[in-house]
């Protein structure tokens, strides 16, 4: 008998139906994936199971260890030993790391909170995960994997038998996400099941001992890993063969769209250094320019100045449309001049979530649809339209707002905006981070028809197998400096790290 089970499960949300007789099963001490492309339905089935959409609200039923239940609320899940480790985390910054492990279940006497119990409990939650964090310590001095870590001791001390993860290692280090899986091994072993979600199919490879993939909110699939390769994963996910994950676009560069001339920003809280410095580079027409670099190397920073968004003094020569000229001194003159950003965090600097698709898409070119100050919505509509169209944006209606929308969908919104100002050079800052598979695939196939429409693009990339497959050249930043410029054929991933990680000299 399976330790929990969902049987067609169908939840419908106005217009849609989210979910249609999904059926899922967990054994005890398994690690089981759950696998879909954005929209699929996953976000919406670990939610019935951890009660935010209550018994009631939702067709089909749960069984944990054979029995019907009924949750609704969050709490109420917890109390059976189901635990939910979201993306974002469920900590308070300004708390200590005791105070977290136990808030709201803090042991009181006679009204006062018993500090020394809190103590004695909240370390041996640290010791069950061996994380070495001193209790009064707040959170907001840990990294990201150490936080994630305390999330998960705080389930265990509630006592958890089912950990459901979503997306864990999304914000994590190479290291803090080999630490991670491999504590989720360790818990196979003492007999925890997890119900373990990710966009990265190599992780999922490394801990799942069986996969489910779910598409267009229906339970497509369910088999052991031994039979599901990569490859038979993604197929299922997209409802088709995907056989090159990285189409380098098949263009011959033109002329040099835009020149970066001994380009340096300075940080704005330490005068006097440089987190980009002399940095030159070309873009031409119909290639795309990979910016690659580990965490921190001034990536961000390079795009984002170069837009006219610098945090600090930005100094150096930019040439576009023939014209020699300083740094932009506002994201306005970049878009002048036929430069567009598509950053890296859609939700803080993309998108404003809580207005319609159609809004989104306008606001970077509303002065091409006025006539007399006023705007033409016809032809807004129009536009919008045809633009939802050719980038398949998935969305109810234009009127639909955008945090509704699936993390692809809202970043096909985003990369909408961009194309609807025309730009000539287009700057990709992380433009498939958090997004899956089938997305990622259009995605590239859009990088490929902009750069035979002679577009320049600029990616900037975390993921290296995905930059050295699309770039027909790339730079390497460290430590806001260039320290290698690789052709396509000569760029491999032993060159890249090597420059990425070499020894900057003052």
Partial sequence: MPLLELKNITKDFPGVRALDGVSFDLEKGEIHALCGENGAGKSTLIKILCGYHPTGSYGGEILLNGQPVRFKSLKDSEEKGIALIAQELALVPEL???ENLLLGRWPKKGGFIQWEEVHREAQRALDMVGLPAGLDTPIKELGIGQQQMIEIAKALSKKA???????PTAALTEADTARLLGFLRNLRKQGVSSIYISH????VGQ??????????????ITAPLSQMSQDKIISHMVGREVKNLYPRPQTTAGETLLAVKDFSVEDPANPGRYVVENVSFEVRAGEVLG?????????TALLSSLFGAARGKAKGTIVTQGQSRPPFASPEQAIRAGVALVSEDRKRYGLV???????????AFMSRLAKHGFLDHAAVEKECAEQVSAMRIKT???????????????????????????PQVLFLDEPTRGIDVG?????????????????GIVLVSSDLPEILGLSHRLLVLNQGRMTARLEAMEATPEKVLAAAALKVSA
């Fill in 96 to 98: 200590s790391v005791a």
């Fill in 353 to 363: 979530l809580e207005s319609p698709v159609e809004e989104n898409l306008v606001l």
């Fill in 439 to 455: 997305a990622k695939a259009e995605i590239y196939e859009l990088m490929g028809k902009l750069a035979s429409q002679g577009i």
């Fill in 291 to 299: 910016v690659a670099g580990l965490m921190g190397a001034g990536r």
């Fill in 161 to 167: 038998e089912i950990l459901v993860l979503d997306e």
């Fill in 207 to 220: 801990v799942a001992d069986r996969v489910t993939v779910l598409r267009d909110g229906q339970s497509i």
């Fill in 396 to 422: 109810p209606s234009l009127s639909s707002w955008v945090n509704k929308l699936s993390g692809g969908n809202q970043q096909k919104v985003v990369l909408g905006k961009w194309l609807m100002t025309r």
């Fill in 200 to 203: 990265r199919l190599e992780e």
